[in-house]
């Protein structure tokens, strides 16, 4: 209980203060008797180079961040791919930064403060934006007003390099043609027969199969744990908590205790009327960090204690330690909520059987404290063919069965083009191959409504291009293909057309702007010069002071 009360009291802020001060000047001390020796130490702390000149890893890390929408870590791209697109992005604010194209603090505010995100009734609210992206993105105001200003200078650089885009005449004018003229089409569906086709693949098929796509089986470093679950409602009787605290924790969130009101704007609720639910939110809350000192004391006492003697002591205070499977930074892991999932894993992988210091670790998640302990690891690697053939098979059948249907579709596409060359209709083409033809259908791209056509989504984005008497490739649809044949085309309406004119230039102009600024970037890094040399574990951006937006 005495390790409970101290780390309550080394939670005051007041006493952070005074330590933090207290460090401060013992790092300006410390710098003030740093050589230049120290400080070239320091430079060689690098992500690699850029146009000759080291890269700090911080600030390869916020390019990271950048390229991950904020998050330290992400599923969401392959790191290859993480990579390359942070080196293009310090290439390219690089060469902002050369060009002059920065951005003022006004404009990052301005910028903050019209993320709807961050408002509150209307106004920007200084506390739901620092809850938004600490929840959201995991990062800090600092922080994520760098990445703020990253955006704004790039946005200025992708405008002036989009101002070299060109659509032309001719260009224009085919594109309105796909999308206003009246078109009259006929179709035929094939369905995929072969979609639950047994067939038979060979040994040396399957083998094949592994060795085109062997990439796709590839593990990544994976690693095993024990671990105990400590239940933190069993601390619930030994926390309270102050009234000053559910009235600070109700000030700092009252967007999130709001319901509806008059002429439909949002009204806050009553603090009386949620003080049970703020109650037990941070009672629970007080309890879990209760779990986690008894835990932290826990794992001082076990030391270099092994799994059996970890087994038996968890026991003797009631928790069960069971075995992980070896998963991935990316993967879940049983019994570990989602909350606790991020930490977890990252615990996981930090931990050093070797080590008094990091052979446990704790993990505090919203309603359970995990207690960890290093178990095994299996590098990354491609596992041979004969440990996923179980795999392999499911795979290579769809392949083959996707294989077939196209040969299927091929050979009737190419046999009903040949009817066509000679004067038969579609529709009796389409017949004699045991296909269906539809009626004739005539509409405008422009005006028409997908979900009132037949086929509607497969069938719009290949008819809008086609010429009169031209018949389409076989067009993927959810239970086969379509083959779609042009009977006319004619000019729709004038006045229709020349209405969206601006706005089919302004989408093609931006669809353009895209891909040039995305060439651009990859012919600025090549010119800049790179040569990655990444660090184990790059620092996370530094701290700058942060003002209210």
């Not at 008797?33 to 180079?49: E, H, Y």
């Not at 069938?459 to 009977?487: I, Q």
């Not at 006319?488 to 040039?516: F, I, K, W």
Request: charged share 20%.
């Amino acid at each position: 209980m005495f390790i409970y009360h101290f780390n309550r009291l080394i939670r005051n802020r007041f006493v952070w203060l005074v330590f933090a001060l207290f460090v401060a000047f013992a790092f300006l001390s410390v710098d003030s008797c740093t050589g230049p020796g120290s400080r070239a130490a320091n430079a060689r702390d690098s992500a690699g180079l850029l146009n000759g000149h080291p890269v700090p890893a911080s600030a390869y890390a916020q390019a990271e961040m950048f390229v991950r929408g904020g998050r330290t870590r992400g599923a969401d791209l392959p790191p290859a791919m993480v990579e390359t697109q942070a080196w293009h992005h310090l290439a390219a604010v690089h060469s902002a930064q050369a060009m002059g194209l920065k951005c003022t603090d006004d404009e990052i505010r301005q910028a903050i403060r019209e993320v709807p995100s961050f408002s509150s009734q209307g106004q920007f609210d200084p506390r739901l934006y620092r809850q938004a992206i600490a929840q959201t993105l995991n990062v800090t105001p600092g922080v994520y007003e760098r990445l703020m200003a990253d955006q704004i200078a790039l946005t200025k650089l992708a405008a002036s390099i989009s101002a070299a885009n060109w659509i032309s005449p001719m260009e224009l004018e085919d594109e309105m043609s796909a999308w206003t003229d009246l078109l009259s089409v006929q179709y035929a569906v094939i369905s995929n027969r072969f979609a639950d086709t047994a067939i038979e693949i060979a040994d040396a098929d399957l083998r094949n199969y592994y060795d085109e796509n062997a990439a796709s089986f590839a593990l990544p470093d994976r690693v095993g744990v024990y671990f105990a679950a400590m239940n933190a409602s069993n601390y619930l009787n030994a926390v309270t908590v102050p009234d000053e605290d559910v009235e600070e924790y109700y000030d700092s969130n009252a967007n999130l205790y709001t319901r509806a009101g008059t002429n439909d704007t949002l009204e806050t609720k009553p603090l009386a009327e949620v003080r049970g639910e703020i109650v037990a939110e941070l009672a629970l809350d007080e309890a879990c960090f209760a779990a986690s000192t008894n835990a932290a004391v826990f794992v001082e006492a076990l030391g270099m204690a092994k799994a059996d003697e970890f087994a038996w002591r968890a026991k003797a205070r009631g928790l069960s330690v069971q075995p992980s499977p070896l998963f991935g930074m990316e993967d879940d892991v049983p019994g570990v909520e989602p909350k606790a999932l991020v930490e977890f894993r990252e615990a996981a992988f930090d931990l050093d059987p070797a080590r008094a210091d990091a052979r446990f670790a704790v993990v505090r998640g919203k309603a359970h404290v995990y207690i960890v302990l290093a178990w095994t690891n299996s590098p990354a690697h491609t596992p041979p063919f004969e440990q996923v053939r179980d795999q392999v098979r499911p795979l290579a059948l769809a392949q083959a069965r996707a294989k077939a249907f196209d040969r299927l579709t091929a050979d009737l596409r190419a046999g009903i083009a040949a009817d066509l060359a000679g004067g038969t209709n579609f529709v009796a083409a389409a017949t004699a191959r045991a296909l269906q033809g539809s009626t004739t259908l005539t509409f405008a791209v422009q005006s028409a409504v997908r979900s009132d056509l037949p086929h509607g989504q497969a069938l719009l984005p290949a008819a809008m291009r086609l010429r009169a008497g031209e018949l389409s490739k076989p067009v993927p649809t959810s239970s086969g293909a379509l083959l779609v044949y042009a009977v006319s085309r004619r000019p729709g309406d004038v006045l229709s057309s020349e209405m969206l004119r601006p706005e089919l230039r302004e989408a093609m102009s931006r669809r353009r702007g895209n891909a040039l600024f995305g060439d651009w970037m990859r012919w600025n890094l090549d010119k800049l010069g790179f040569a990655p040399a990444r660090p184990s574990a790059p620092s996370m951006p530094e701290e700058a002071e942060e003002e209210e937006p």
